[in-house]
Every structure is written in C-alpha cells, then in structure tokens.
C-alpha cells in the first residue's frame, strides 16, 4: 500500500477553479492507478476520476468531462485533480485513492481535502 495525502482544498466562488494534489510515499507508486472520489454531505462518496499508472489512459465521470482534468507524476510520485467552472454542487470532501493494477479494490486512501464552492 501506499500512504497518501492531500493537498488544494479550500474555498472559491462558483465559476472558479482549483487544483487538488495528491503526494504519495512508496518507491512502488507508478505501478499503482490512481484515483480521486469524492463524498458530499449527505451523500455517498462517488467516483470522480482515475488514471492508469503510466497516465496514458484517464476515466472520469461523463458529468464531470471538460471541467475537471486528472494527471499524474510518477517522477514526484503525485496525482493532480484540476478543477474549472466549479459549481456549488462540487463542494465535497475530495479524496486521493490508490489500487494496484490487478486488484479492483481502492485500498488506499487519503484523509481527504475540503472544497467548497460559494455561489
């Protein structure tokens, strides 16, 4: 597993964007796929984005393509989570995840970083 912590959170008004990092400890980190999800009050925690461990192939929820961008740098061991056009109904506590490539399971996790969006 690796350990993973997040970064970028914070408050902007509607239409703004924000950019959400994810630094992870672990030599083993490029093989890993990368993710973000992100849980809403009162909700359950959706799937925002992934990236596979090279970052030659992106999957993101189709309600969030063209506004939110996920990407990854195996050489600083990070995952980025760029966010435009930001809506009120993005606030959320966004988390960084991590699965290794032959096991489904998200089995790592950040504590999570807080965006909000002000209409």
């Not at 996920?70 to 606030?91: C, F, G, Y």
């Not at 988390?95 to 209409?119: E, K, M, N």
Request: glycine content about 12%.
């Amino acid at each position: 597993q690796v350990q993973l912590v997040e970064s970028g959170g914070g408050l902007v008004q509607a239409g703004g964007s924000l950019r959400l990092s994810c630094a992870a400890s672990g030599r083993t980190f490029s093989s890993y796929i990368m993710g973000w999800f992100r849980q809403a009050p009162g909700k359950e925690r959706e799937f925002v984005a992934a990236i596979s461990w090279g970052g030659g192939s992106t999957y993101s929820t189709d309600s969030l393509k063209g506004r939110f961008t996920i990407s990854r740098d195996n050489a600083k061991n990070t995952v980025a989570l760029q966010m435009n056009s930001l809506k009120p109904e993005d606030t959320a506590v966004y988390y960084c995840a991590a699965r290794a490539t032959i096991d489904p399971t998200w089995a790592s996790w950040g504590q999570g970083t807080q965006v909000t969006v002000s209409s």
